[in-house]
């Protein structure tokens, strides 16, 4: 094994990482900036306001998402596993 070959596993890690957290983490974000705006426009200083938007933003990505999320990650440890099975056979 090479040093090309675990950069190129560090890489596909860190971009399935990228790829299933974007969807959790980008929904309560446009949903916070949404709220932050609606607050900024009418004046309402409650700090709990935005609690209750972002949980319900998350829950729906996590929901939506969640099909692409199990498949991200059943490709990845499918090549992972693949993997292994190559480097053992060395």
Do not use: R, W
Not at 65 to 81: C, E, N, R, V, W
Request: glycine letters at 6%; one cysteine or more.
């Amino acid at each position: 094994m090479h040093e090309l070959d675990v950069a190129a596993y560090l890489h596909g890690a860190m971009l399935t990482t990228l790829l299933m957290c974007a969807p959790l983490l980008l929904a309560p974000l446009i949903s916070g900036l949404a709220t932050a705006m609606f607050q900024a426009v009418t004046q309402i200083s409650d700090s709990t306001l935005s609690f209750l938007p972002k949980l319900c933003a998350t829950m729906g990505a996590a929901y939506y998402a969640g099909p692409f999320l199990a498949h991200t990650l059943a490709d990845y440890i499918h090549q992972s596993f693949a993997n292994i099975v190559l480097v053992g056979g060395q």
